[in-house]
């Protein structure tokens, strides 16, 4: 059974640091390219970025360019977004996702298997 799980969503205040991880497990974790996604009340879910399986390869959307850090690890089935600088526009649930193979990675459609979201809150 295929199971993501976010966590290290918070409160924090605009310029600061959070980091969220999200822990995998049911499925070869290393072969899969992990995707980062968030949502804010009202609006469509929306690509962060994403990592590829061995950790080689990160995509960011121009939002969090710069700003945002995708990394893993492999051994402990583990993918992370570091976000730094936060802004009040970055205030959403934040989601994990696992990229179907053979597809590019920055659609919802793209992805077969959803963690259950975390909330990030950044005050200004």
């Known amino acids: 059974q295929v199971q993501l799980v976010e966590s290290g969503g918070g409160l924090v205040q605009a310029g600061g640091s959070l980091m969220l991880p999200c822990a995998a497990s049911?499925?070869?974790?290393?072969?899969?390219?992990m995707g980062w996604f968030r949502q804010a009340p009202g609006k469509e879910r929306e690509f962060v970025g994403r990592?590829?399986?061995?950790?080689?390869?990160?995509v960011y959307a121009d939002s969090v360019k710069g700003r945002f850090i995708i990394s893993r690890d492999n051994a402990k089935n583990t993918v992370y977004l570091q976000m730094n600088s936060l802004k009040p526009e970055d205030t959403a649930v934040y989601y994990c996702?696992?990229?179907?193979?053979?597809?590019?990675?920055?659609?919802?459609?793209?992805?077969?298997?959803w963690g259950q979201g975390t909330q990030v809150t950044v005050s200004s």
């Open positions: 990592i590829s399986g061995s950790g080689g390869t990160t």
């Open positions: 049911g499925f070869t974790f290393s072969i899969y390219a």
């Open positions: 996702a696992r990229k179907k193979s053979g597809l590019v990675g920055v659609r919802v459609s793209d992805h077969d298997y």
